[in-house]
Every structure is written in structure tokens, then in C-alpha cells.
């Protein structure tokens, strides 16, 4: 059978209401957000490759309501690996829920959640984290700091290619060094842009987001983002989404926008 090998996993964390205070509350998959609160989904991605298991974002970690790295831990048992089988990791951007699962702290001091992965994160992006005087909070920072000391990091330029199937651009919008992850392997094409295309009901919305750095920059990339998908055949991996977070834009109308098919 020529049916192609699904090669990328989402690794569902949990469903959120996510208020003012930004806390993480959990909520059920098909549970409207409280009033005034944002609804989040947290998907980190597994992409394997060759000898490279690969995850796009690592999701909350300890952060959330109810939520621990050992959460990650159990969605790549599933599939047959462990901690220890992750390679190598891209952040779209370093806001906590899409970094936090990189180190956690249940038996009581800092340990890295994958310790033999390469952490790949914007150079200036870190930076600026490491500039702050604080990362959201006390608890938060000392979780960047032992990342600074302890993880694998390694830094990307503004356009970058650190593997030949994986190439990473700066496109800003969500935070001031949001990148967009581009995996093709000649059989798979993926993409991840974080916060900037973050769920199926954003392709055919135009809308300025009040969370984002740069609102307007992001509504730009939105566009070229979901023309380059749509036109090149890259499979869209939306963090956010509560239901179909890998989908493909397999037709174009300008009435109706792009068809969305969700893939498995
Ligand atoms: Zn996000």
C-alpha cells in the first residue's frame, strides 16, 4: 500500500483557560474558556526522521494546573520512546507554555526533561530572556537560568539551517523573535509558526491580536505564511488547536478562503 507513514505526532497537553493573570487553568477539550479568558490547547510536535526524533515546542511542563513534563514523558511512550530518544528540540518562541516542559522539577531540584537533545532557540531571542530581570516570575526565572547552565543550547541566526531538512526564520509578530519551523525531508513537509498560525480557525481570519509584540507584523506573516503552505504543500502543525492541530490547505476560493483538511 502507497499510503504515506505518518511521520509527526502531536503530544496533546491539556486543554486551558488562560485569563489576564496568564495562569494556565485546565479545562476539558470541548469546554468553552471562563468569561473574558482565552480557550488554549498546548500540542507539542514529534517529528521522526532518520536517526533524529525531533519535537517543535515542549509544551507548559510543571506551569500549568494539573500539568507536569511527565505528561510529554507519556505521549512519546505511546509511540515507543522515551526522554532520552529526543535529539534535538526548536522553539518557536520563548513564551513559558511553549518552553516550560524543557526542564522540570518533581523530585525537588531542576532536571532537564531530555537530557541528550540539543535545545535550538533564537540567539537574540534568548538573549533578550537572559537580559530580563525576571521571566514572569521568581520560579520561572530560575528555570531559564539552570536552562542557560544545563541544557544544550544551541543558538539560530535570523535564517538559519542547522540540518538540511530543517530551516528556521525569524518572522517576529507573536514575540519580537518569533521564528517559523520548516521540516521537509523530500517525503514531509511540516510547519510550525508558534503563536503566529496557531489554530485552524486562524487561516482564514484576519485579525490583529491584542497578545501579540507586533500585531500587524503577524497579521502579514499569517498571510504569507498560509500562502507559502498552501502553495508549496507544507502540512500546518497549529500548537493551539483543541481538536485537528496537524492540517493541510488543500484548495483556494477568494469567497471562502483555504479548504482545510485536517490529517488524521
Ligand atoms: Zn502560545
Not at 8 to 23: M, Q, R
Amino acid at each position: 500500500m502507497a499510503t504515506k507513514e505518518l511521520t509527526a505526532y502531536p503530544l496533546y497537553e491539556g486543554t486551558f483557560s488562560v485569563g489576564l493573570d496568564k495562569k494556565f487553568n485546565r479545562i476539558n477539550r470541548d469546554d468553552p474558556p471562563a468569561k473574558g479568558a482565552l480557550k488554549i490547547s498546548l500540542n507539542p510536535f514529534l517529528i521522526q526522521s532518520g536517526d533524529k526524533n525531533i519535537l517543535f515546542d515542549v509544551g507548559i511542563g510543571d506551569f500549568g494546573e494539573d500539568t507536569s513534563t511527565d505528561i510529554i514523558k507519556e505521549n512519546l511512550d505511546e509511540i515507543g520512546l522515551t526522554e532520552y530518544d529526543i535529539t534535538d528540540i526548536f522553539a518557536s518562541h520563548l513564551h513559558y507554555d511553549h518552553i516550560g516542559g524543557l526542564a522540570g522539577r518533581s523530585s525537588g531540584y531542576w532536571e532537564l526533561t531530555f537530557p541528550d537533545a540539543n535545545v535550538w532557540v533564537s540567539k537574540k531571542g534568548w538573549e533578550k530572556v537572559m537580559a530580563q530581570e525576571e521571566y514572569y516570575d521568581e520560579e520561572k526565572t530560575a528555570f531559564t537560568h539552570f536552562l542557560d547552565a544545563k541544557a544544550n543550547l544551541q543558538f539560530l541566526d535570523e535564517k538559519d539551517q542547522p540540518y538540511p531538512e530543517v530551516t528556521v526564520k525569524k518572522i517576529g509578530g507573536h514575540t519580537e523573535f518569533s521564528q517559523v519551523l520548516l521540516f521537509d525531508d523530500d517525503s514531509h513537509k511540516y510547519m510550525m509558526a508558534g503563536d503566529v498560525l496557531a489554530t485552524r480557525g486562524e487561516v482564514n481570519r484576519k485579525f490583529a491580536a491584542k497578545y501579540d509584540f507586533d500585531a500587524d507584523q503577524s497579521m502579514k506573516v499569517r498571510q504569507e505564511l498560509t500562502e507559502k503552505a498552501y502553495e508549496e504543500g507544507y502540512t500546518v502543525m497549529g500548537y493551539h488547536d483543541s481538536h485537528h492541530p496537524l492540517f493541510n490547505l488543500t484548495d483556494y476560493d477568494e469567497q471562502q478562503g483555504y479548504k482545510i483538511e485536517s490529517v488524521v
